[in-house]
């Protein structure tokens, strides 16, 4: 059997803020239909990991390959490569001067280069995805936080992209709005979205997560199935930051 | 005469208003198209700074930052006189009108190139890159995400800035424009007597009072919850 090629494969990254050595020489490979949670202390390099793949943050290093596109090939269209890697961020990140339905559709019209009329459909339909169908007129002024992550998770998927990034999606939630979201990126998983997502949300990792990968210090420390890393990791460093949030 | 007449016949003498409120109503029309022209090519050669300003290249910004702090700084006086009286040193003769709208054109385009810059960066990092992540250009995201929210927080300082500006047209008078105040100014050596200047300070009210109440509105509609 041939080993299909992981869609995503980010390999050898290095990441220097100046002085400040971020990533020291990470490999991610994710396969296709795979959700890969990414847990790690503050400061660890997670979100950087992250940004690197759309290229968001630009690695001083190694190499990402998307989908089989080169993001770091100066000759790769990266505006066209970024609508195939869809990105959530911990503070939603909508535009606040459109509505929900605008939100959704801006990248669809001037980009993708759909008309209106396409892109309110296809708008609708990936509002309606996230359970808001009813507040596609709505500015993200008056919907709450858990409504206004899903428009942002909304505004991703009408691009429909072949990989996810979230970045701490829930941790600026409050926590009754929290099983929204989680919902949302549950039935994603189902539709057979590949997905990286770091967050501290151990019991929708435990669920729905194929493989936890366990960073600190801009290195990954180890990785391993959820069962495996929250149950018996194999380095102290895991232990003691999972004792550390299981006590949360 | 009493006091009252006096008054009345200094500041109000209708002989003299009738005689002169044509030419005040003629420089009424200069103003207009004077500030006109100032708060127009003012603007866009300030919002023109701040864009180019937000592509972040070190030496022009450098460039920008100088040539605005030089603006701000000068009293447009200044600026007018310089160019009025020091440009035809190099063969260069603007007119009086010319000098006072570059004059006021480049003062205008120095405060509104750092209140649209303001709007721009008071706009969040992660608005750049939600919108570059779902594949906008840095152009298109400026234009429908950035620029939409900063106009937004720059209207108020930005209207009061322009009519703040605008009223130094009164400056051109200085340099033989023809505008309200200098129309005024000629009409009270030649009749003896201030009542065209009341006459100017009416149109300098009909013209500046509408501009004023109507900053106000576009600031209470722009006043919009995030
Ligand atoms: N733009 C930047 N300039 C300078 N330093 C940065 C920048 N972005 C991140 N860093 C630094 O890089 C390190 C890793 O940051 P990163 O945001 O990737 O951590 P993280 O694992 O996501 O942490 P958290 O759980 O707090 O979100 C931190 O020390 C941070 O201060
Ligand atoms: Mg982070």
Known sequence: MIEPRPIVEARGIHKHFAALHVLKGVDLL???????????????GKSTLLRCLNRLEEPSSGSVVVDGIDLLDRRTDLNHARQRIGMVFQSFNLYPHMTALGNV?????????????????????ALARVGLADRADHRPGQLSGGQQQRVAIARSIALEPRVMLFDEPTSALDPELVGSVLGVMRSLRESGMTMVVVSHEMGFARAAADRVVFMDHGLIVEQGAPAEIFESPAHERTRAFIGQIQRH | MSNWDRFVETFFNARVMARYWPDIVEGLWLTIGLAALIVVTGLIAGLVLALVRALGVRVLNWAIIFVVDVFRALPPLVIIVLIYFGL??????????????????LVLMAFSEEIFWAGITAVPRGQWEAARSTGLGFGETLAYVVLPQALRITIPPLTNRTIAITKGTALGSVVAVTEILGQASSAVSNSYNPSPLTLGAAAYLLLFLPVVVFGRWVESKFAWRR
């Open chain 1, 30 to 44: 994710v396969a296709e239909r795979e959700l890969v949670f990414v847990i790690g202390p503050s400061g660890s």
């Open chain 1, 105 to 125: 559709t801006l990248a669809l019209r001037k980009v993708a280069g759909k008309s209106r009329a396409e892109a309110d459909e296809i708008g609708h339909a």
């Open chain 2, 88 to 105: 035809p040193s190099i063969d260069i003769a603007p007119s009086g009108f010319v000098s006072t709208w570059i004059s006021l054109g």
